[in-house]
């Protein structure tokens, strides 16, 4: 069965530096999303993608984060200058027409 | 608005017991209701879904309840078993084509041999 795979799993940066996190959605997919889970918290959304641009973003995706589909398999997150707030699993995910969200297992960010 | 309330925050259910999640949700708006199985070191991944033309959906031994008066839905899992034992997220979304969707705070159930 397809798979959103996201690299790497474990992601330990310092403060202030930058960090991309990866992912690859599953390939007929045309919506792609970032979700974000503070240790021990909910689920909440950070931005969808669709058409090569953001569709939507919530009040947590701010200046510091953008995305990117660079080529036709990858999608990034990428956070400019990371604080210690910004630790969290971050989780990919993606989907088609239908509504079935497909995540994959995330990337653990860890701020020092 | 925009929240969708679930509880309990942990459930401990024996063997071949029923456990049974709910949820709140205000927005109206809403259309869509999913149901999210994670297990440690793992993505959430679908469950089971309803929309709320429907009271009732099952799929094996689980099943989502939905009441739309009372703006509420809820996860049974019959003869639950040790391998049911995961953290479960309710979530909601409107039905658009981006589909973003507001979880709950998950439950950790865990199901005792």
């Known amino acids: 069965e397809p798979e959103v795979t996201q690299t790497p799993s474990h992601q330990v940066t310092q403060m202030g530096q930058e960090v991309i996190l990866r992912c690859v959605p599953i390939?007929?997919?045309?919506?792609f999303y970032w979700y974000r889970q503070i240790l021990g918290q909910k689920v909440e959304f950070l931005v969808s993608?669709?058409?090569?641009?953001?569709?939507?973003k919530s009040e947590i995706f701010d200046d510091q984060f953008s995305v990117e589909r660079p080529d036709g398999s990858n999608f990034t997150l990428k956070i400019r200058s990371t604080k210690l707030e910004d630790s969290a699993m971050y989780f990919c995910?993606?989907?088609?027409?239908?509504?079935?969200?497909?995540f994959g297992d995330g990337t653990r960010l860890s701020i020092l | 608005q925009q929240q969708v309330k679930q509880s309990p925050q942990s459930l401990i259910v024996q063997k071949g017991g029923i456990s049974i999640i709910n949820c709140a949700y205000e927005?109206?708006?809403?259309?869509?209701f999913p149901w999210y199985q994670q297990f440690p070191g793992k993505g959430p991944a679908l469950l089971i879904a309803?929309?709320?033309?429907?009271s009732e959906k099952k799929e094996g031994r689980f099943t989502i309840s939905f009441n739309k008066s009372a703006k509420q839905f809820s996860l049974h899992i019959m003869d639950s078993q040790p391998g049911d034992s995961a953290t479960y997220f309710c979530?909601?979304?409107?039905?658009?084509?981006?589909?973003?969707?507001?979880f709950g705070t998950g439950t950790r159930l865990l199901v005792s041999p």
């Open positions: 995910a993606s989907k088609n027409r239908g509504q079935v969200l497909h």
């Open positions: 390939s007929n997919h045309l919506y």
């Open positions: 993608f669709y058409n090569n641009e953001i569709s939507e």
């Open positions: 927005n109206t708006a809403f259309d869509y």
């Open positions: 309803i929309r709320p033309d429907v």
């Open positions: 979530a909601a979304s409107m039905n658009t084509g981006f589909q973003k969707l507001v």
